[in-house]
């Protein structure tokens, strides 16, 4: 009789695990979740003025908006930092966009967030991060006590009433403007200027008439169409010139020139259209004057 052969049972393979769900708001209505990778950086920066500007990587395309910067401040512990964008939504994700960081009083953080698309690693931003003033240099352009304030200039406080063509946001007095030909700011006062817009004469379109403030030696702000603001208010930021291009038909119809005067006694211009006009070595504006004449007619005598 035939022995009987053993039998050697075979383990089952444990069943496959389900896969994972996945968000039901891909499904729902159309909608689609598109991936990013986002990298979060904490910069600490000493006391002092910095300007944040993003230069965008040569070889990167903008994908609705993608790659975006956010500079803001970390959720605790920055009560001694001030952070004011050019752009009212805060994001730096176009060539230009820049920020203005302030410090004060001892060393400080930033969270720097980068946004990008995951399948797009080699598009991520460049940014530039350049020191403008020292602390230092900063408190000691502050303004004199009241006791010692000079008279008032001869531009006025700002009034829904009156017709301005220009203003400005000037430390520790607020929203002032002025005529074509006047100065705006005050001489001496070591009041300096935190921002400025100016409004296009009858008839020109705002995209003909604009404008950039002064960050640092060959640093500037984006452009801005006439009637927008160009600046900070409230933050102790001041700029360090101007810069104002006619185009269209704004330049066929009008000459432009300007000056402008610096804490410190300094003092530049008149300049031309498109050109820079800022101290040789650059400190804070304190005043300025823009004039606009009709081509055609000579200038009117500068007012002081």
């Known amino acids: 009789m035939a022995a009987a052969k053993s039998a050697t049972a075979t383990p089952k393979k444990p069943a496959a695990p389900a896969p ?13 979740l598109q991936e990013l990778k986002v ?5 600490q920066l000493p006391p002092g003025l910095f300007c944040f500007v993003n230069e965008l990587n040569p070889g990167a395309a903008i994908h609705n908006g993608m790659p975006g910067v956010r500079v803001s401040p970390p959720p605790s512990g920055a009560q001694n930092v001030e952070i ?30 980068i946004y990008q698309y995951a399948n797009l690693p080699d598009a991520a931003p460049k940014l530039q991060v ?8 900063i408190a000691a352009n502050q303004p004199a006590p009241a006791a010692e304030a000079a008279p008032a200039p001869a531009s006025t406080a700002m009034n829904p009433a009156e017709e301005m063509d220009f203003m400005a946001h000037i430390q520790s007095r607020g929203d002032v403007g002025a005529g074509f030909g006047d100065w705006l700011g005050e001489a001496g006062s070591k009041n300096w200027v935190e921002g400025f817009s100016i409004k296009a004469p009858a008839g ?5 008439f604009t404008y950039q403030a002064v960050l640092g030696r060959g640093w500037l702000s984006p452009w801005v169409e006439a009637g927008q603001y160009c600046g900070s208010r409230g933050m102790a930021l001041p700029l360090l010139g101007l810069r104002v291009r006619l185009s269209g ?4 119809q009008y000459d432009i020139s300007y000056s402008a005067k610096f804490i410190g006694g300094a003092s ?9 006009c800022e101290a040789e070595r650059l400190a804070p504006l304190e005043a300025f004057q823009i004039t606009l004449t009709p081509r055609g007619k000579k200038p009117a005598k500068a007012r002081k």
């Open 204 to 208: 020109v379109a705002p995209a003909d």
């Open 249 to 252: 038909e704004a330049a066929e």
């Open 20 to 32: 994972a769900p996945q968000p039901e708001a891909a499904n729902q209505g159309g909608a689609k």
């Open 268 to 276: 530049a211009g008149p300049v031309g259209n498109d050109e820079t």
């Open 39 to 43: 990298t979060g950086h904490l910069m």
């Open 84 to 113: 004011s964008s050019f752009r009212g939504d805060g994001w730096l994700n176009a060539e230009g966009d820049a920020a203005l960081v302030r410090v004060k009083n001892q060393p400080g953080q930033v969270l720097v967030t």
């Open 130 to 137: 350049r020191q403008l003033l020292g602390e230092a240099q």
